[in-house]
């Protein structure tokens, strides 16, 4: 048995040689396997073997039962649930006493409004805000204790993964009550320093996370508010990872909104603020930031350096210090990062190519970016004179926008229409590709 906060020598060994993003990107698998949902990433294994976890939820315990067959949780480094749930746990003077206000009894409100949730995208965004009205009427906590903390970290792994399966637009407006919650969780207060720094680290995450809601809904301006409020939080609390990640958003929104120059200083910005993280992978991320708001600019041999960069920095792998929000980012993302740059510098054959290995490498959990990608082949093969393939992967992307609602994909299957409709309508599989959109 793991007393509280003593690292995880046993999960650590189940792990093996695989790095921490690799074994949550294998729990993730397992999970599908059975059925089940869970936002495993780094960060997540991270606070397991640190013992910072010293119980999973009932979801990751049947994943990681099925994992390892035979293994109970205490054979995993667990300690049992009750001794988490007990009095026990919180005894007067022991190592893991906490004071009263910090007890689980008083965040139930906030628990019901981070944790709540359906694998409808509808009930769950409006599960999101369920404890709106709780809030007004001032039951948020006098002072936020571990259990707080928890409750905002878990409202973004949640918010992350819907979005990830449903797209940005039937969330939004859900999600923002939650983050008002989570701000105003930091104007109570905490005794415990850790607390206030993850109550603050959450808060930003959470508002990169509901800006991001914002950003691909099409409401630029909502997004641009959220994102600085995230950089606000970031400088106030001097951390420079929530920083690089607010300005790494800032990027793509600037370049999404027609603002290449701001795109390529924020990209170089978030850089700077990255450079102490030790995380190749967030660098070749906001390196394709760069080279997107280079492509904008219309700088060929800017972008160009920048995409070589970005796939340096990429083949040297995954590591421990790669961020949480990063569990997106794999080689699919990176082709379908340089399909966008591409497509902007008007090279629409090559961005065909990279479009469809983006398609082709994305993980069926992403709906979402499948979705993207595929939009982005169909748009890609239309300017590059491919209409019969063109309009089979436009309508490929109307299948998965039935489960998807996000107006930045729409918008582009609209561009692509029109493009279709301007040049081949009168080809039998374009026009039965333009009657499905135009009914879409």
Known sequence: MVSPHAPNEAFRQLRGARSAAEFAAAVRRAAREIGEQVSCDARYIGRVESGEIRCPNYAYERVFRHMFPGCEPEDMGFVPREVVRGRGARGKGGAGAADPSEQPKES??????????????????????????????????????????????????????????????????????????????????????????????????????????????????????????????????????????????????????????????????????????????????????????WAGLGDRTACEAALL??????????????????????????EGLEAQCRSALGDW?????????????????????????????????????APDAAAAAGERALDLLAEVRSTRIRTMLAGTARVLAGRYGGTPSVASFLERHAAD
């Not at 909104?257 to 967030?282: D, F, M, W, Y």
């Not at 040297?316 to 961020?323: E, K, L, Q, Y």
Request: include cysteine; glycine fraction near 8%; charged fraction near 25%.
């Open 108 to 293: 139930d409100v906030l628990r019901r409004a981070f944790m709540t949730g359906s694998t409808a995208a509808a009930v769950a965004a409006a599960s999101l805000g369920a404890a709106a009205p709780a809030v007004s009427a001032g039951r948020v906590p006098r002072r936020a204790g571990e259990a707080e903390a928890s409750a905002v970290e878990q409202a973004v792994r949640r918010i992350r993964l819907l979005d990830d399966r449903h797209g940005a637009d039937d969330l939004y407006r859900r999600a923002t009550r939650p983050l008002r919650i989570a701000y105003e969780l930091l104007d109570a207060g905490t005794r415990r320093q850790s607390v206030a720094d993850r109550l603050q680290s959450g808060a930003g995450e959470l508002s990169l996370s509901v800006g991001w809601l914002a950003h691909d809904s099409g409401r630029f301006s909502d997004a641009r508010s959220h994102y600085a409020e995230a950089l606000a939080t970031a400088r106030v609390a001097g951390d420079a990872a929530l920083e690089a990640h607010a300005f790494c958003n800032t990027a793509f929104l600037a370049r999404d909104a027609g603002r290449p120059r701001e795109a390529v200083r924020a990209a170089q910005a978030a850089q700077g603020a990255a450079k102490a993280l030790s995380s190749t992978r967030l660098m070749s991320l906001l390196a394709l930031r760069e080279a997107g708001g």
């Open 309 to 334: 960069r970005a796939r340096s920095l990429f083949a040297r792998g995954p590591a421990d210090a790669d961020p949480e929000w990063m569990s997106f980012f794999g080689e699919a993302e990176l």
């Open 349 to 385: 054959r090559r961005a065909a190519g990279h479009a469809r290995r983006a398609v082709d490498l994305q993980d069926a959990h992403f709906a979402r970016n499948t979705a993207l990608f595929t939009a982005q082949l169909a748009g890609d093969l239309a300017r590059a004179g």
